[in-house]
């Protein structure tokens, strides 16, 4: 029997990379269930159970009136919504019909069970349903970031409301699944919420942090030299919540047999009981993270960055630098070059999450967690020491929270929603090493998945017969024998910034041209259809050459999120809109809105890429 396998894959390159990568290891045919052919010549998949007895994806009698019937079943459920999230792929029969019977719904596919969906690759030949302009999505397997493929587009374009229709077979196999997915949606809207919300608040100070920190980079280490340097090495990660002001006495204690890495705010709790540690990781960029690092000895210890970290903290910093590339900076990587040997880690809003990928690539198969807390236990917000915000905001922050969430201790603390984020994040980033042993010695705070507990004292006894690691060890051994990026780097960095000015002078004059064509438009419609189309035409062809410029993805779009949130969400509403005069007028009110935004940051990234420059050319990097 033919196998479209090949075929499709090609196609989901095409349109869902990021799903394409993920199943470049799948263990070719040996998980792939068996098909048979029905008498009406459909296909189904045959499910073997513990039992021994077999279950099958759809009826073996009737199929055609069971579609038609579970089609029929859903009518008025999907009348009142603009987009599906289609629960379980199959062999794509449902999603077929879907498509056929409501051309104007924008769809969200996720399956499940990676083995259903490569045995589906190889079975059907999905060519023009992957390729279908209203499937905006396609997520496959049980992980969160496997979920978020189709949550956070159904966030971006439909504002997280949606059908939820879910194929039949799929709730009868494992209904566990189904719910736990049911479950994780609002959370993963939340946690999209958040992360759109942090990113509206900082998109200035994060663009302008990772254009001066271009020339930062260029005279820091990176941090590929430091890949398994430290495999015989414990790390500790300290962050700043109320327990670590239990542990601190031991945590002084366990610095001279671990590397200790200070995660953002908690340099502040260290310093403040005199314990410097041994690097620091920072990754705010905003003005607030500038408190934390006021005192001079701060300025003394290596720290590890990201390029959308505050750029005046790593001009000051006195010791090494040592920059890391994060999966939300397409900037540093654009201007900078990628080298498939260095890293790229995931940002996911929090710090501590950078501080285990980091003490990961260093090679710790041990990381502790203090002061990890993820929650206000005993309604305290911060440690002892911390000071980067006021009184007032902690106090605030703390009366804000209305979530509760299991403690170390068995009862429960009271959470604000992005705290929850966090700690789902950080669940998340411990599931990507299995093979390291990860260690939560918060006495009050927060329970986290994937850990063991166990008391700060007792892992003391453990590490003391450990190596002994002096203060400026890290420094010494590790620091002297990295590498920077080089000359050839520099050359292209300098380059790519050469380009910027006629790239934005050049996207400045086609959208003048597009605001020509859109003041035209209600006249035309009334007076001239055929010329309205015409020039829409002209619109449409301008709008393509703007997004499609890899300048524009760079530099306008992590300007402009919610700006192109609004426009992207109500793009159906101009593709569908049938009516000339309509048509005109959501032309003039959503592209307008976002032609006019985006001809008004042009300025504004002329001004950043004069000062990179400057900073590029004059050494001006701390």
């Not at 007792?458 to 450990?466: K, M, N, P, S």
Request: hydrophobic residues 35%; glycine residues 6%; contains cysteine.
């Amino acid at each position: 029997m033919m196998s479209y396998a090949a075929q499709n894959m090609h196609y989901l390159k095409e349109k869902y990379n990021h799903t394409y990568n993920m199943l470049q290891n799948y263990p070719n045919n040996d998980r792939l269930y068996q098909q048979i052919i029905m008498q009406d010549g459909l296909k189904n998949i045959i499910f073997p159970t513990s039992t021994g007895t077999e279950l099958y994806l759809y009826e073996r009698q009737n199929t055609v009136l069971s579609l038609a019937l579970w089609m029929q079943s859903i009518a008025e459920m999907l009348s009142k919504y603009d987009h599906i999230l289609l629960y379980g792929l199959g062999l794509g029969y449902h999603l077929k019909l879907l498509l056929e019977h409501y051309p104007n719904k924008w769809i969200y596919v996720y399956e499940p069970d990676a083995d259903m969906f490569m045995t589906a690759l190889a079975t059907e030949d999905f060519s023009s349903l992957l390729s279908h302009p209203n499937v905006k999505a396609v997520g496959v397997g049980q992980t969160i970031e496997e979920k978020r493929q189709v949550i956070y587009p159904i966030c971006n374009l439909a504002q997280g409301s949606c059908a939820f229709i879910t194929i039949p077979f799929y709730e009868q196999r494992n209904p566990e699944e189904l719910n736990r997915f049911r479950e994780e949606f609002p959370v993963t809207v939340s946690e999209y919420n958040v992360n759109q919300s942090t990113l509206i608040r900082f998109k200035d100070d994060w663009m302008h942090n990772r254009l001066n920190h271009l020339a930062t980079n260029l005279n820091s280490y990176s941090i590929t030299g430091f890949k398994d340097r430290l495999a015989e090495i414990p790390a500790l990660i300290v962050g700043s919540g109320p327990s670590l002001q239990q542990d601190i006495e031991t945590v002084r204690k366990l610095k001279s047999h671990c590397l200790v890495i200070a995660a953002g705010s908690s340099l502040q709790a260290l310093l403040h009981h005199e314990i410097t540690p041994h690097i620091v990781v920072v990754v705010d960029g905003g003005p607030v993270v500038e408190n934390i690092f006021q005192a001079s000895e701060s300025l003394q210890i290596p720290i590890v960055y990201t390029s959308t970290s505050n750029y005046k903290v790593t001009d000051k910093t006195q010791a090494s630098r040592i920059h890391v590339f994060d999966d939300t900076d397409r900037v540093t990587c654009y201007f900078m070059g990628e080298d498939e040997r260095e890293p790229v880690f995931r940002s996911l809003a929090s710090v501590s999450g950078m501080a285990v990928q980091v003490a990961a690539y260093l090679g710790c198969t041990t990381i502790a967690l203090a002061g990890q807390d993820f929650s206000f236990p005993e309604d305290r917000h911060y440690a002892e020491g911390v000071a980067h915000i006021g009184e007032q905001q902690r106090q605030a922050t703390v009366q804000s929270a209305d979530i509760y969430v299991d403690n170390v201790k068995g009862g429960q603390n009271r959470i604000t929603l992005p705290y929850k984020v966090l700690q789902r994040n950080m669940e998340e980033v411990i599931s990507w090493y299995p093979n390291i042993h990860f260690i939560n010695t918060s006495k009050i705070g927060a329970s986290i998945a994937g850990t063991e507990w166990l008391a700060a004292e007792q892992l003391y006894e453990q590490w003391q017969q450990g190596s002994v690691v002096q203060q400026d060890w890290f420094e010494k051994e590790i620091v002297h024998n990295a590498a920077g990026y080089g000359s050839e780097r520099m050359e292209h960095t300098t380059a790519k910034l050469a380009s910027v000015p006629g790239k934005l002078e050049r996207i400045q004059q086609t959208l003048r041209g597009i605001i020509r064509q859109l003041s035209r438009l209600a006249e035309l419609s009334r007076k001239n259809p055929q010329k309205c189309l015409n020039s829409m035409r002209v619109i449409e062809r301008d709008w393509s050459s703007i997004v499609d410029e890899e300048v524009f993805n760079i530099l306008f779009e992590p300007l402009l999120p919610a700006e192109l949130q609004f426009f992207d969400s109500h793009l159906s509403l101009i593709i569908e809109e049938q009516n000339i005069i309509k048509k005109a007028k959501y032309f003039e009110t959503y592209l307008g809105k976002i032609v006019q935004e985006i001809s008004k940051t042009v300025p504004k990234l002329e001004g950043l890429y004069r000062e990179a420059k400057e900073r590029i050319n004059g050494g001006n990097s701390g």
